[in-house]
């Protein structure tokens, strides 16, 4: 670890931070194209940021210590997810802090914060928003872990770094099992970042809330770093499943010129990716509540048979 | 010297069982009975150790013989007996004040009890196969009386099938030792010598194995009635259940015993004659036998005093098995098992005494929280009941591994039978004891405190040879277990 | 050991022996008590005439005292005590069977052919003149033990008791010439001293039960 | 003089925990003396066992024969790296369960004060002893004390007949159990008629008999360690205890079966056989999703930590038999990873469990409540206990930075790296029963959101929690202390995988640490860094960062101002606590998904009921599939075995003749 490979960590990190909010925006103007509506400027997440920053904390008078600190660690948890998830290199000093199982580690803590402060006002929102999530959370968790396993045997590591090194610097060749592991990891991010069809970021009907049924007592900053870390964690996400199925593009050093140079191809690929989740967004509608295990559990079976593929077909050469 | 003490020890019984006939009424009588079983165990104690030091001893002639086999048996016998005397003190002026006892009948208790321990101890010496059957028999019309003591319809129905199956199954080791002597005979020619256990197993290998096989099955039956083998067991569990508490554990402690050694004895003479392991392989047949279906009985007991003399029943069959496997270590394990027994199945009833007496019932299920009553009782209880089930650091245990080990080394067959038994009289004897035990009560105290030191002590000893058996006594254990070949 | 001629003595032994055999039927098939008694002291007596013709013929001095002991033990006192008892006791005439007497008859004849059966072998190692009786002897102890489990009442139970121990005498005699003298006394005395521990029992019991119908005592069980 | 070897100082530590225990018997009365002398002491002997053994670690084995037991077979004793190990945990786990049981006995509580001190330093001498026993006879007398130990301490408050239930269920499966412990070492010794351990090593068994006594030893071990289908006791007995045996249990006490298990697998039995990996694999894949699964629906809180238990036991079962899988296959460099996997394991769950059980204890003093329905909003009135709860809480649901994450990721690791294995079926099979460690993993969290949310988070449900008051001193320190160690096992895992890998490279003959040594102590990569790796610290650290540095930013650059006011209450004038989820209300979704696991029995309320109430109760199936006919059939045979007993003497008398008659024909020499 040197100074310029923690300077480059550093931008990574701020750009993730920048970048973040500005992917909700994105995704947010091409759902309102889609649906012919008037689209909200391009920047605004940042405003809203700004607005709720500036706002007064309102508490509810039932809100313990732990509710006050857990905005604070989902955002620390996203920020670090970010940090790890390779987005202009591979070779960056926190890159083995965690691999991919860790990650999902990070993003596993993060829930759990978030479902425990939902509890903790005590209303019956709260714990309804934090059951569903929780219950949300233990379908997904193994789907994504079956496609990282799937990844992982292809690249024998489950170092996000490596995997990435070894699909995109190395003869291309046709995976088949990564398409049932694509197709399930679109599921369970759909899933996790709170999206139609499993849930709906802008709805405020309560009877199908999750996200929003969770962070219903938050205000002011808090609530900011809430919606701040939602952003970070739908980049992370994105970014995962672009190192993971579209690796082309991603530097392999630490160096600045490097670096600069994968960022245009990177916003390429997120508008890309944003657009289509829009799209999927937009053709989609929301589902109850429990028919969400039925399409996890899809997702699931995908990536396990994703890897029974790659077991099958792929290993003896 | 030893001689003086074995004289010593077959006098005081028989002289104080007859004089409590006489003076049983006075007030210090209980006492007399403590210092007679006293004055018996310390003379049998010394006798022990002059034996174990300078070997076996003949008596009267050849009348008696002594060897480091059943001076064991005298020990348990006396020792037992000495803590029952010093238990049934308390137990028995409860029982005067309940009104379940008069005066007389204490009178008769106390004699007969001494004499119960001289029939005994005369079985035990005794170097004459048909004065072991005459005491064996004395022992049981002794304690016929002793099982009808209280005289009500129960006890005398308990009595009366005690009395006919013991005494037919008696006539059946009659019948074997007749068929013993008409072998012997044939060699050892019509001298009086021919019942005489010493010249018997010096020419067993010559003994005609068909008689012998014979003998050997109505001796063991006989015998075995009285031991309580199934299916020859009935009168065991109604016995027991029905005399006084004391009794039950002479009963259950010693006289299951001598039955037995009578048994170890004739096998002795059995395996010389005849070979393949006829009388070995009788004796595991019935003891597996036995133990799976006392252990089956266990679970539908409603009596606690029935119950446990179940357990014995079960126990019997263990230690049967044991000895049916032969060789040392089994013999020792054997030896080792029924020692424990006696000492753990005596404790338990006393303290089974002393908590029926408390709660006016033997029914388990009116007993309840002994622990809140009186813990020492309610501990010696569950103690004693942890160690009769074999659980470690009691010396049960320490048998049981024994005979398991060696069972599944022989005769791997057998294991899951002796397993399966044990299993389900654990489940059965702990699931009704435990709430005995633990929970909430009612009941009252009692005049008398109860004589709890005899229970701890048997189980002190029981915990001590379940860590440590002295050498001495691996020594003792191990020549006797030699004897029996 | 085959077709010598047997003695004289020999003759009459077996000749009792049978007789003893035919009253153990009898009492099988007896149904009042004094007769059944009477039977018992007639066995009793048969068993004594035996010993003495052992003992005459064979010289076997404790012989005699054996015989006297039966005599004085099962001829002559036992009976006593036992005619005293049904009178004191007033117990029923009736003796009562479980199963019918036909059916214990046909199964005390199998007894018999079992009992031969086992006896066989032992008694040609015998080389007593009274060997052939051995099998008889153990024929008597078995229906004896029949006539215990079929036998409902208290008194003809301990007849049966009573002529098991004959057949055990018969059999000591038959096989041995006798078990060693202070064996003979200590059973004598057990004997004794257990039928009078018996006729107390029998008080105590008719005191309790109101009856020697030992069918009232069946409530000690598990069922 | 003679020098003090390791294992004398563990046999004097085992005599000081049975004096301490005895002196207990001198006042039995006098809670303060022993609550405040006896107990401290306890922990002061714990701490010195976990300091012994974690210095005997990777020294060569001792070896000593004390002259008790039997006449031939005196009791053998062994200081290894596999007993070091499991040294440690019991001794530093008890050191902090000694520390909060001296704040917890108090008066009036069913048992003498005196006798429970017996018990429990009874128990902790008890499972030493099981770890250092060289020799089948030692083994068992150390084995059932600690069953008997723990059976009485489970019984403490036996008025209760639902506690005397659970005691005798527990001792019964517990000596069944053992049963087949002492059948399995009587395989091992093969007929030599050695008992001793080093006698056992020596067999070599045909595989035949080396899979019964394996098949066994997984039966008797499992029976104690709480694996399906044996594990019914395990949910009954943990709530009947108090709590700090209840963390003896849960934390040590089911780790001594895992113990067993290890020792007669890898160390007794020598080389195992691939379908045994298997058979242990899929016990614990059922035992581990059963357990999870049932811990969701659970409305006693102890109870809900117990399938938690048994869940955990079930993953390392998983990982048992994957090290099988590999070291069958002679795969020592996986099979180690999967060994370090399951001692790791073992150690964070002993300490996240020992502290969630004694939080429940200090839950249950302050509140005299175990259900979860009259619970909550514990966070305001007991901080100390709930702050400390969400180390346990953490570290249970298996994520990062704490201890229950690194297992876990070294489990996953081992599954990951398992293809290659030269059995087609075992390649498919493996990676779908990672799937379901994952599904397990994640349905954990759900258990623990939910404990720890209906507990410590939302409005009191009953009045009488306002009264509720946090832990005492001594509680808090032994709470502490264990919290302490979750948070070392998961920051540090590195230095304490290069301390496990003695036992790893005793049973295996290979271990991780020529790997390990290369990268620094803050760097786990037990392969190598470019496959898989995982910085603990730098993990935490930007966690951290960025908590603090984002707190500042916002504070500086905007304002830290904050109002209080009423919760939102939906236009709803009545949000009382009664309004909030319920413990049943919150595993409904798992209810729902996974009904067919579930015996349920609901009630629905009517629209005609004039009292509607609503009540839902979910029974084990293996109650009804297994045991209840089990008991029948027992009962049935015995009631066929007591028409024996039918009360006439003539019938008596014919069992006599007819055994007469028979053995008269049939018996021959």
Same mark, same amino acid.
């Given at each position: 670890m040197n100074i310029s490979g923690l300077l480059a960590q550093l931008f990574a990190i701020v750009m993730a931070l920048f970048l973040a909010p500005l992917l909700t925006g994105w995704v947010g103007q091409c759902r309102a194209w889609?649906?012919?509506?008037?689209?909200?400027?391009?920047?605004?997440?940042?405003?809203?940021?700004?607005?709720?920053?500036?706002?007064?904390?309102?508490?509810?008078?039932?809100?313990?210590?732990?509710?006050?600190?857990?905005?604070?660690?989902?955002?620390?948890?996203?920020?670090?997810?970010?940090?790890?998830?390779?987005?202009?290199?591979?070779?960056?000093?926190?890159?083995p802090a965690a691999d991919t199982i860790a990650l999902v580690g990070v993003f596993g803590l993060a829930r759990v914060f978030i479902s425990l402060a939902a509890m903790d006002i005590g209303t019956s929102f709260g714990s309804l928003g934090g059951r569903r999530e929780m219950l949300v959370g233990f379908l997904a968790e193994p789907a994504l872990l079956m496609v990282i396993f799937t990844t992982a045997m292809i690249s024998q590591s489950t170092s996000v770094a490596t995997i990435v090194e070894t699909l995109a610097h190395r003869e291309f060749a046709i995976y088949p099992s990564l398409a049932f592991a694509g197709i399930a990891f679109t599921f369970v991010s759909l899933a996790e970042n709170a999206r139609v069809p499993v849930d709906n970021p802008a709805t405020h009907l309560e009877l199908t809330m999750i996200h929003e049924a969770m962070i219903l007592e938050y205000s002011g900053r808090h609530l900011a770093l809430i919606e701040w870390a939602a952003s970070l964690k739908l980049y992370a996400y994105s970014c995962l499943g672009l190192a993971l199925f579209f690796p082309w593009g991603v530097a392999a050093g630490d160096s600045f010129p490097a670096m600069l140079a994968a960022i245009p191809l990177l916003l390429l690929k997120l508008s890309i990716g944003g657009f289509l989740l829009a799209v999927i967004e937009t053709v989609n509608a929301k589902m109850r509540i429990f028919r969400a295990p039925e399409f996890l559990g899809t997702a699931f079976l995908l990536a396990v048979l994703g890897l029974l593929v790659r077991l099958l077909l792929e290993t003896r050469v | 010297m030893d001689m003086d003490f074995f004289v010593l020890m077959l006098a005081i019984p028989l002289i104080s069982g007859l004089l409590l006939t006489v003076v049983g009424e006075r007030a210090w009588a209980p006492n007399l009975n403590i210092i007679a079983s006293l004055g018996t165990f310390l003379s049998s104690a010394l006798l022990t150790v002059g034996i174990i030091a300078n070997g076996p001893r003949f008596a009267f002639g050849e009348l008696f013989f002594i060897d480091s086999l059943n001076v064991l048996f005298v020990t348990v016998t006396?020792?037992?007996?000495?803590?029952?005397?010093?238990?049934?003190?308390?137990?028995?002026?409860?029982?005067?004040?309940?009104?379940?006892?008069?005066?007389?009948?204490?009178?008769?208790?106390?004699?007969?009890?001494?004499?119960?321990?001289?029939?005994?101890?005369?079985?035990?010496?005794?170097?004459?196969?048909?004065?072991?059957?005459?005491?064996?028999?004395?022992?049981?019309?002794?304690?016929?009386?002793?099982?009808?003591?209280?005289?009500?319809?129960?006890?005398?129905?308990?009595?009366?099938?005690?009395?006919?199956?013991?005494?037919?199954?008696?006539?059946?080791?009659?019948?074997?030792?007749?068929?013993?002597?008409?072998?012997?005979?044939?060699?050892?020619?019509?001298?009086?010598?021919?019942?005489?256990?010493?010249?018997?197993?010096?020419v067993k290998g010559q003994l005609e194995p068909t008689i012998m096989a014979l003998s050997f099955i109505f001796l063991l039956l006989g015998y075995g009635t009285k031991v309580g083998l199934a299916p020859l067991h009935n009168w065991l569990p109604d016995a027991h259940a029905e005399g006084p508490t004391p009794v039950s554990a002479v009963l259950s402690g010693l006289l299951l015993n001598v039955a037995l050694y009578a048994i170890l004895r004739c096998k002795a003479l059995a395996d010389g004659a005849i070979h393949g392991g006829f009388a070995g392989n009788l004796m595991m047949g019935f003891g597996l036998f036995t133990l799976v279906v006392a252990a089956f009985f266990l679970s539908r007991q409603k009596d606690v005093k029935r119950m446990f003399a179940y357990s014995s029943i079960e126990h019997m069959g263990l230690i049967t098995f044991a000895f049916g496997m032969g060789g040392p270590v089994a013999n020792f394990a054997g030896l080792l098992h029924m020692t424990m027994h006696s000492l753990t199945k005596s404790a338990i009833f006393f303290a089974v005494g002393h908590a029926t007496q408390k709660t006016g019932t033997q029914l388990m299920?009116?007993?309840?929280?002994?622990?809140?009553?009186?813990?020492?009782?309610?501990?010696?209880?569950?103690?004693?009941?942890?160690?009769?089930?074999?659980?470690?650091?009691?010396?049960?245990?320490?048998?049981?591994?024994?005979?398991?080990?060696?069972?599944?080394?022989?005769?791997?067959?057998?294991?899951?039978?002796?397993?399966?038994?044990?299993?389900?009289?654990?489940?059965?004897?702990?699931?009704?004891?435990?709430?005995?035990?633990?929970?909430?009560?009612?009941?009252?105290?009692?005049?008398?405190?109860?004589?709890?030191?005899?229970?701890?002590?048997?189980?002190?000893?029981?915990?001590?040879?379940?860590?440590?058996?002295?050498?001495y006594l691996t020594r003792w254990f191990n020549e006797a277990a030699r004897m029996l070949g | 050991m085959s077709g010598?001629?047997?003695?004289?003595?020999?003759?009459?032994?077996? /000749?009792?022996?049978?007789?003893?055999?035919?009253?153990?039927f009898a009492m099988l098939a007896q149904r009042r008590v004094m007769p059944l008694i009477n039977l018992f002291a007639l066995q009793g007596a048969t068993l004594f005439l035996s010993t003495v013709v052992v003992a005459v013929s064979t010289g076997q001095h404790h012989l005699y005292w054996s015989a006297g002991l039966t005599l004085v033990l099962k001829v002559i006192a036992l009976p006593l005590i036992l005619h005293r008892l049904v009178r004191r006791l007033y117990v029923k005439w009736e003796v009562e069977s479980l199963i019918n007497i036909p059916t214990i008859m046909l199964v005390g004849i199998g007894l018999v052919i079992i009992a031969f059966n086992v006896a066989l072998p032992i008694s040609q190692l015998s080389d007593t003149i009274t060997r052939g009786t051995l099998g008889i002897a153990l024929a008597t102890v078995m229906l004896a033990f029949l006539m215990m489990i079929t036998r409902t009442k208290a008194i003809p139970q301990v007849v049966g008791f009573l002529s098991m121990e004959n057949g055990l005498f018969l059999a000591a005699t038959s096989a041995t010439y006798g078990m060693p003298m202070v064996v003979e006394l200590g059973i004598a005395l057990d004997v004794l001293v257990g039928a009078i521990i018996l006729g107390v029992f029998f008080f105590q019991i008719r005191d309790q039960f109101d009856s020697l119908d030992i069918r009232h005592m069946e409530r000690l069980k598990d069922l | 003089m003679p020098t003090l070897l390791p294992i004398d100082t563990l046999l004097i530590a085992v005599c000081a925990w049975l004096a301490v225990g005895l002196a207990g018997l001198v006042a039995p009365r006098n809670t303060r003396f022993i609550a405040k002398t006896l107990f401290p002491a306890g922990a002061l002997v714990g701490?010195?066992?976990?300091?012994?053994?974690?210095?005997?670690?990777?020294?060569?084995?001792?070896?000593?024969?004390?002259?008790?037991?039997?006449?031939?077979?005196?009791?053998? /004793?062994?200081?290894?790296?596999?007993?070091?190990?499991?040294?440690?945990?019991?001794?530093?786990?008890?050191?902090?369960?000694?520390?909060?049981?001296?704040?917890?006995?108090?008066?009036?509580?069913?048992?003498?004060?005196?006798?429970?001190?017996?018990?429990?330093?009874?128990?902790?001498?008890?499972?030493?002893?099981?770890l250092l026993a060289d020799d089948a006879y030692a083994f068992m007398v150390a084995w059932e004390s600690m069953a008997l130990a723990s059976f009485f301490l489970v019984t403490t408050n036996h008025q209760?007949?639902?506690?005397?239930?659970?005691?005798?269920?527990?001792?019964?499966?517990?000596?069944?159990?053992?049963?087949?412990?002492?059948?399995?070492?009587?395989?091992?010794?093969?007929?030599?008629?050695?008992?001793?351990?080093?006698?056992?090593?020596?067999?070599?068994?045909?595989?035949?008999?080396?899979?019964?006594?394996?098949?066994?030893?997984?039966?008797?071990?499992?029976?104690?360690?709480?694996?399906?289908?044996?594990?019914?006791?395990?949910?009954?007995?943990?709530?009947?205890?108090?709590?700090?045996?209840?963390?003896?249990?849960?934390?040590?006490?089911?780790?001594?079966?895992?113990?067993?298990?290890?020792?007669?697998?890898?160390?007794?039995?020598?080389?195992?056989?691939?379908?045994?990996?298997?058979?242990?694999?899929?016990?614990?894949?059922?035992?581990?999703?059963?357990?999870?699964?049932?811990?969701?629906?659970?409305?006693?809180?102890?109870?809900?930590?117990?399938?938690?238990?048994?869940?955990?036991?079930?993953?390392?079962?998983?990982?048992?038999?994957?090290?099988?899988?590999?070291?069958?296959?002679?795969?020592?460099?996986?099979a180690a990873l999967a060994m370090t996997a399951v001692l790791y394991h073992c150690l964070a769950h002993a300490g996240f469990k020992s502290l969630l059980f004694l939080c429940t204890g200090s839950v249950l003093h302050a509140t005299?409540?175990?259900?979860?329905?009259?619970?909550?909003?514990?966070?305001?009135?007991?901080?100390?206990?709930?702050?400390?709860?969400?180390?346990?809480?953490?570290?249970?649901?298996?994520?990062?930075?704490?201890?229950?994450?690194?297992?876990?990721?070294?489990?996953?690791?081992?599954?990951?790296?398992?293809?290659?294995?030269?059995?087609?079926?075992?390649?498919?099979?493996v990676p779908v029963a990672a799937a379901l460690v994952v599904l397990v993993a994640a349905l954990a969290g759900f258990a623990m959101v939910k404990f720890y949310g209906i507990i410590f988070l939302g409005q009191m449900r009953e009045e009488s929690l306002k009264d509720a008051h946090d832990a005492g001193w001594w509680e808090r320190a032994g709470l502490i202390w264990l919290a302490l160690i979750t948070l070392c096992l998961g920051i540090f895992p590195s230095s304490v995988i290069l301390r496990i890998d003695a036992a790893t490279r005793q049973l295996l003959g290979t271990g991780l640490s020529e790997r390990m040594a290369d990268h620094g102590w803050w760097m786990l990569a037990p392969i190598s860094v470019e496959r898989a790796s995982?910085?603990?610290?730098?993990?935490?650290?930007?966690?951290?960062?960025?908590?603090?540095?984002?707190?500042?930013?916002?504070?500086?650059?905007?304002?830290?101002?904050?109002?209080?006011?009423?919760?939102?209450?939906?236009?709803?004038?009545?949000?009382?606590?009664?309004?909030?989820?319920?413990?049943?209300?919150?595993?409904?979704?798992?209810?729902?998904?996974?009904?067919?696991?579930?015996?349920?029995?609901?009630?629905?309320?009517?629209?005609r009921d004039t009292q509607p109430y609503y009540s839902v109760k979910v029974e084990d199936h293996f109650w009804h599939w297994l045991y209840l006919p089990l008991a029948r059939l027992v009962g049935g045979i015995s009631g066929l075995i007591t028409l024996l007993q039918g009360g006439r003497i003539a019938i008596y008398l014919l069992y006599s003749f007819i055994t007469l008659i028979l053995l008269l024909l049939v018996a021959r020499p």
């Open positions: 889609l649906q012919s509506r008037t689209a909200p400027p391009l920047l605004q997440p940042y405003y809203m940021l700004h607005k709720l920053f500036h706002k007064d904390v309102v508490l509810a008078h039932g809100a313990s210590s732990l509710f006050r600190v857990a905005p604070f660690v989902v955002f620390g948890c996203m920020v670090l997810a970010c940090a790890i998830v390779p987005t202009l290199s591979t070779d960056l000093p926190f890159a | 006396t020792f037992v007996g000495l803590t029952t005397s010093i238990f049934s003190g308390p137990y028995m002026k409860n029982e005067q004040e309940h009104g379940r006892l008069t005066v007389p009948r204490l009178r008769l208790y106390k004699s007969m009890f001494q004499l119960f321990m001289f029939t005994m101890l005369v079985a035990l010496t005794t170097n004459n196969m048909g004065v072991l059957w005459v005491a064996m028999e004395a022992a049981t019309l002794t304690t016929v009386l002793l099982v009808s003591l209280y005289r009500t319809p129960a006890s005398l129905e308990a009595a009366w099938k005690y009395f006919i199956l013991c005494g037919v199954g008696l006539a059946q080791a009659l019948f074997g030792t007749i068929l013993l002597y008409f072998a012997a005979e044939r060699v050892l020619g019509e001298t009086g010598n021919a019942l005489l256990w010493t010249h018997l197993i010096d299920e009116h007993i309840r929280g002994l622990m809140r009553i009186n813990p020492l009782i309610g501990w010696a209880l569950m103690l004693g009941t942890l160690a009769i089930l074999g659980m470690p650091p009691f010396g049960v245990f320490a048998a049981e591994f024994m005979i398991l080990t060696h069972a599944m080394k022989h005769h791997p067959w057998a294991t899951p039978i002796l397993l399966t038994a044990l299993g389900v009289a654990f489940a059965a004897i702990f699931g009704k004891v435990q709430p005995m035990v633990f929970g909430e009560t009612e009941a009252k105290p009692l005049p008398h405190a109860p004589a709890i030191t005899p229970v701890f002590l048997h189980l002190a000893l029981v915990l001590m040879i379940g860590l440590y058996i002295p050498p | 010598a001629a047997i003695s004289f003595s020999g003759q009459l032994i077996n /000749l009792f022996a049978s007789v003893i055999l035919l009253l153990a | 701490m010195l066992v976990g300091f012994v053994s974690l210095g005997s670690l990777g020294a060569a084995p001792e070896t000593a024969v004390l002259a008790i037991g039997l006449p031939d077979l005196p009791f053998h /004793l062994r200081l290894d790296s596999l007993t070091a190990i499991f040294g440690v945990l019991l001794g530093f786990i008890s050191v902090g369960i000694s520390i909060f049981a001296a704040g917890y006995f108090r008066e009036g509580e069913g048992t003498a004060p005196g006798l429970l001190c017996l018990e429990y330093h009874a128990f902790l001498a008890s499972m030493l002893m099981v209760h007949a639902e506690i005397r239930r659970a005691g005798y269920l527990y001792l019964l499966i517990a000596h069944v159990g053992a049963i087949s412990i002492l059948l399995s070492f009587g395989v091992m010794t093969a007929n030599s008629g050695d008992y001793t351990f080093s006698g056992m090593r020596g067999q070599h068994l045909s595989s035949f008999w080396a899979s019964a006594a394996y098949l066994l030893a997984l039966f008797g071990f499992g029976a104690k360690a709480g694996l399906v289908p044996v594990h019914v006791w395990l949910p009954e007995a943990h709530p009947a205890a108090p709590s700090p045996v209840s963390a003896m249990m849960s934390g040590v006490m089911l780790k001594t079966a895992i113990y067993g298990l290890l020792r007669v697998s890898f160390d007794l039995l020598g080389s195992p056989i691939w379908w045994w990996g298997v058979v242990a694999l899929g016990v614990g894949l059922v035992t581990a999703l059963f357990g999870v699964l049932y811990s969701t629906v659970q409305s006693d809180m102890k109870r809900l930590l117990a399938y938690s238990s048994i869940e955990n036991i079930g993953l390392i079962a998983v990982g048992i038999g994957l090290t099988l899988i590999f070291h069958s296959y002679r795969m020592e460099a996986l005299k409540e175990r259900s979860l329905g009259k619970l909550g909003g514990l966070i305001h009135r007991m901080p100390w206990v709930a702050w400390l709860a969400l180390a346990g809480v953490i570290a249970s649901a298996g994520l990062p930075p704490l201890s229950g994450f690194i297992s876990e990721w070294l489990l996953l690791q081992a599954f990951l790296f398992s293809p290659g294995l030269p059995h087609p079926w075992l390649n498919m099979i995982y910085q603990p610290l730098v993990f935490l650290a930007v966690i951290v960062a960025s908590v603090l540095l984002g707190r500042q930013l916002v504070h500086h650059l905007y304002h830290g101002r904050t109002r209080r006011s009423a919760a939102w209450d939906c236009g709803y004038f009545f949000q009382g606590p009664r309004a909030q989820d319920t413990a049943e209300g919150f595993s409904q979704p798992i209810r729902r998904i996974f009904e067919p696991m579930f015996r349920l029995t609901r009630h629905f309320p009517t629209a």
